[in-house]
Every structure is written in structure tokens, then in C-alpha cells.
Antibody, heavy 116, light 107 residues
Framework: EVQLVESGGGLVQPGGSLRLSCAAS????????MTWFRQAPGKGLEWVAN????????HYVDSVKGRFAISRDNAKNSLFLQMNSLRDEDTAVYYC?????????WGQGTLVTVSS | DIQMTQSPSSVSASVGDRVTITCRAS??????LAWYQQKPGKAPKILIH???ILQRGVPSRFRGSGSGTDFTLTISSLQPEDFATYYC?????????FGQGTKLEIK
């Protein structure tokens, strides 16, 4: 059974940093693109970033370019999102998902709150 | 960026009804389109990818169609578990973008 479990969310002040993790199991992690999505409270879904199987190709939404970095550790079946210079508008539930073009499987999400 | 516009934003329907949700792209996305269902407090669940391919395990009452800029999600014979919010998402070009969502409510 495919499982994705996010962690690392929490309350952070504007300008601060957080590192999200996503632990994958139930499939060959190193064979799949992985994606981060987010959803602000009461709002719609937003694609944030994705990465290919070996980490050599990455794409980001403009609003996070230069501030967020997606990475992975295939030996540990883990996906990461390093978030720096956080802003109020980054407050959201962050989901990791398997797949390049769309999220075939999703985790339960982790809440990031940016507030002073 | 490609803008995705869903209509309606909300719809009320009864169990057994047929419902159609439309998604329009600001430029052509070929068939690089997915539909998701999301229930309150839960992660989205993919229903359809590549415009019309039903995800394994999704009931056949869900049907997707369209290509280019105009797409539809049709749910025939609504069931109680279908009341949720539905989103379309294009994957033709980065950044991938979503429609604003359509909330399907019980009449």
C-alpha cells in the first residue's frame, strides 16, 4: 500500500524557515517524480514544486522560487521541502504527492502557519 | 501561466441526479488535465487523469472528457459520498495550475 506521511509543519514567524519531510513507503520511491502541493485555509489547491527521480530536474511556482528548495533522499525514501524567508501568504497545509503531472497518491498534509 | 476556470463555483443537486462541471483553460493544454475530489479535512483524491482516464478504483459514474481548452467532469446518478469539492488541474506546462474548485452540495 502506498503511504506518504508529511511532517515538519508548525508555527513560524515571517522571515523564518522550516523544513518539511515526506516519508514514502509501499512503492519504489526512486522510480517516481514527486510533488509538493499546498492549500491555504479555506482556499483552493496550488502546485508548489516537483522533482524528477534522481533530483536532476526541479520546477517551482514563481511565488516560491529562490525561497523554497525541493530535494529527496532516495536511500531513505524521503522527500523534503526547505522553506526560507517565509511570508504570511505561505500559510497552508502542505501535501506531498507521487507523480510528475498529477498527484496519484497524496499524504495527509502538514500545516504551516506563518505569523508573528 | 495558464489560468483554469471552473463553472459553476457551486452546485446543489440531489442523490440520483446527473451533474456536469466545466473547466476552461486560458490556452490549450491538449489532454493534460486531471480532476480531483476533496472532502473537508481530507487530502484530494485523483479521479481522472489525461482528461478521460479513470483512476483505478474510481466508480464508472465519473466521466471526464475534452481536449484543448474545454473539459467536463460528469457524474451520473449522484451518490451521497459524491458531495465534495472538485478541482481541475492542468499539467501541460509549468507552473501547473488548478481551477478554483466547484463545491457540490446536497439539495
Amino acid at each position: 500500500e502506498v503511504q506518504l506521511v508529511e511532517s515538519g509543519g508548525g508555527l513560524v514567524q515571517p522571515g523564518g524557515s522550516l523544513r518539511l519531510s515526506c516519508a514514502a513507503s509501499g512503492f519504489t520511491f526512486s522510480s517516481y517524480w514527486m510533488t509538493w502541493f499546498r492549500q491555504a485555509p479555506g482556499k483552493g489547491l496550488e502546485w508548489v514544486a516537483n522533482m524528477n527521480e534522481d533530483g536532476s530536474e526541479k520546477h517551482y511556482v514563481d511565488s516560491v522560487k529562490g525561497r523554497f528548495a525541493i530535494s529527496r533522499d532516495n536511500a531513505k525514501n524521503s522527500l523534503f521541502l526547505q522553506m526560507n524567508s517565509l511570508r504570511d501568504e505561505d500559510t497552508a497545509v502542505y501535501y506531498c504527492a507521487r507523480g510528475r503531472n498529477w498527484g496519484g497518491y497524496w499524504g495527509q498534509g502538514t500545516l504551516v502557519t506563518v505569523s508573528s | 501561466d495558464i489560468q483554469m476556470t471552473q463553472s459553476p463555483s457551486s452546485v446543489s443537486a440531489s442523490v440520483g441526479d446527473r451533474v456536469t462541471i466545466t473547466c476552461r483553460a486560458s490556452q490549450g493544454v491538449s489532454n493534460w488535465l486531471a480532476w480531483y475530489q476533496q472532502k473537508p479535512g481530507k487530502a484530494p483524491k485523483i479521479l481522472i487523469h489525461a482528461s478521460s482516464i479513470l483512476q483505478r478504483g474510481v466508480p464508472s459514474r465519473f466521466r471526464g472528457s475534452g481536449s484543448g481548452t474545454d473539459f467536463t467532469l460528469t457524474i451520473s446518478s449522484l451518490q451521497p459520498e459524491d458531495f465534495a469539492t472538485y478541482y481541475c488541474q492542468q499539467a501541460n506546462s509549468f507552473p501547473y495550475t488548478f481551477g478554483q474548485g466547484t463545491k457540490l452540495e446536497i439539495k
